[in-house]
């Protein structure tokens, strides 16, 4: 077994070396504190790893993004949102016995309770999507209560599973229904994931959906390329929160909060905004570019850099050639788009971004097509909480069936005042 050595007050002290099966490397200091009595500072977490995973990869500085070993790009052409889910949750593709058996769990699940409707009532017409959100998917625990998953009964976990992945696009149509004043429109048995979503979004009492393939098409490639990104901001929220052995509505409600901020999921509508800004204002993108650089500016380019990526993000390059191909279709010319183009071109040749590897990330194309499908700003962080679901419970789940589980707690190094007496 290889070992890293750290030297302290002059004594050398040895920990493991673990290989990941991709050849990253970490130090496992798990007796760090024992051993040493030092504990490690990592602000941001940018060097720490959480735990060891099976679901995702990600080769920051080559670009590369694998759910359970297949690459995104294969994914997001040839897979379905649900097989994707499948995948995640529980490790391989299924098989069509477990494919019609989960879709069966997904379609019996699609129907809020109806007393949970009472709550969009209540409900103020301008409240954000993200607030609505993380409230009903927090509620599914007073309505549908549960303890933990039962260890002894798998089928209650896979129920759980299919109910929060279903449900969330009940949530997000009706609150989008809500917020423009019209009525529900009920989940349908007869539909597949991507499509019922869209009939309840854009079917209403005077004018049917018409059921259109190639939306049907792109929303299913939007829901795959957001579906897991290993540990980040809002996936280590689940797993930390779940660590207290909380239910896994009420870790993925967490997750839903933490993916709301701007840095995070909520670069999406922030994206969309800065580029309306840009259009409606006639900003030049140089001028832009300058402010983004600016540190005496509080502002950031949305839908560029990434923690991880410091190469372009493989989601990012799919979701640019899809708004293409996709506007093209429909002979729609949305001029975001050249706005964003510009912007990339601009980001790609100046120095301060290629130094600093600052790339678009998946936030910067996306808004474009959720635009291009009918879906309002405000809903695009909701879309990317659909989308993230499978990932969010895939995590729950592996991190819970860890040994030994430990519950997640971070140490800190005080650096408040000394001990005094009150005067
Ligand atoms: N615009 C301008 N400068 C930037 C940007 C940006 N979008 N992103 C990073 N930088 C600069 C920082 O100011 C910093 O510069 P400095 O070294 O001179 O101080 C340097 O690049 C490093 O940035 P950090 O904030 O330290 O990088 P970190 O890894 O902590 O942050 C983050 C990553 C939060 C994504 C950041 O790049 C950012 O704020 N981007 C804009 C928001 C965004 O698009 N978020 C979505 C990310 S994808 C997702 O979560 C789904």
């Known amino acids: 077994m290889k070992t890293a050595k750290i030297i302290i007050d002059d004594r050398e002290h040895e920990f493991p070396l673990v290989t990941g099966t991709e050849q990253e490397r970490a130090i496992d200091i798990s007796d760090l504190y ?21 679901i995702t990869f990600i080769d920051g500085d080559k670009g590369i993004l694998r759910y359970r070993g297949f690459d995104i790009s294969e994914l997001a052409d040839k897979l379905s949102f649900v097989e994707t889910a499948y995948l995640l949750i529980y490790g391989s593709l299924p098989t069509i016995d477990q494919k019609s058996l989960f879709s069966r769990y997904l379609t019996e699940n699609s129907m809020l309770h109806e007393d949970m409707i009472h709550y969009f009532v209540g409900m103020p017409p301008r409240a954000h999507p993200m607030a609505i959100l993380s409230s009903m998917v927090n509620s599914l625990s007073i309505f549908y209560p549960l303890s933990f998953v039962d260890d002894e009964n798998p ?21 989008y229904k809500k917020s423009i004043g019209e009525p529900f429109v009920y989940p349908r048995h007869d539909l597949k994931y991507c499509m019922n ?3 309840m979004m854009f079917s209403s009492p005077v004018k049917p959906y ?12 939007l829901l795959i390329l957001h579906a897991d990104h290993e540990q980040n901001c809002s996936t280590s929220t689940v797993r930390l929160v779940g660590s207290s052995m909380v239910n896994l509505y009420a870790s993925v409600c967490a997750g839903i909060c933490a993916l709301w901020g701007p840095l995070h999921g909520g670069a999406n509508q922030e994206v969309i905004d800065m580029l309306e800004d840009i259009q409606r204002n006639g900003r030049k993108v140089k001028d832009v570019i300058a402010m983004a650089k600016d540190k005496t500016k509080n502002f950031r380019l949305f839908g560029c850099g990434h923690r991880v990526y ?38 790609l040749h100046d120095d301060y971004f290629i130094e600093r590897k600052l790339y678009p990330n998946v936030d910067f194309y996306s808004g474009i097509l959720y635009r291009a499908l009918g879906i309002p700003s405000a809903m695009f962080t909701v879309m990317f909480a659909i989308g993230r679901m499978p990932g969010w419970i895939a995590q729950w789940r592996e ?19 000394a001990h005094r007496s009150l005067p």
């Not at 051993?35 to 735990?51: H, R, V």
């Not at 976990?157 to 609150?175: E, G, K, N, P, V």
Request: aromatic share 8%; net charge neutral; with cysteine.
């Open 310 to 347: 410091k190469n372009y993000d493989p989601r990012a390059k799919i979701l640019k050639d899809t708004c293409a191909t996709f506007l093209a279709g429909r002979h729609a010319n949305d001029p975001l788009l050249s706005i964003a183009l510009e912007l990339e071109d601009a980001v």
């Open 34 to 54: 024992a051993k040493t009595g030092c504990i490690t500072l990592d602000n941001g977490f940018q060097n720490t790893g959480a735990c060891a995973s099976a």
């Open 197 to 199: 979503f869209l009939n």
């Open 399 to 417: 991190m819970h069936d860890t040994k030994p589980f430990r519950i997640g707690r971070p140490r800190q190094v005080y650096v408040g005042p």
């Open 155 to 175: 089928q209650e976990f896979d129920r759980i599973a299919a109910r929060l992945i279903s449900m969330i696009r009940t949530i997000a149509a009706f609150s």
């Open 210 to 221: 018409e059921f259109d393939l190639e939306a049907e098409r792109v929303l299913n490639k």
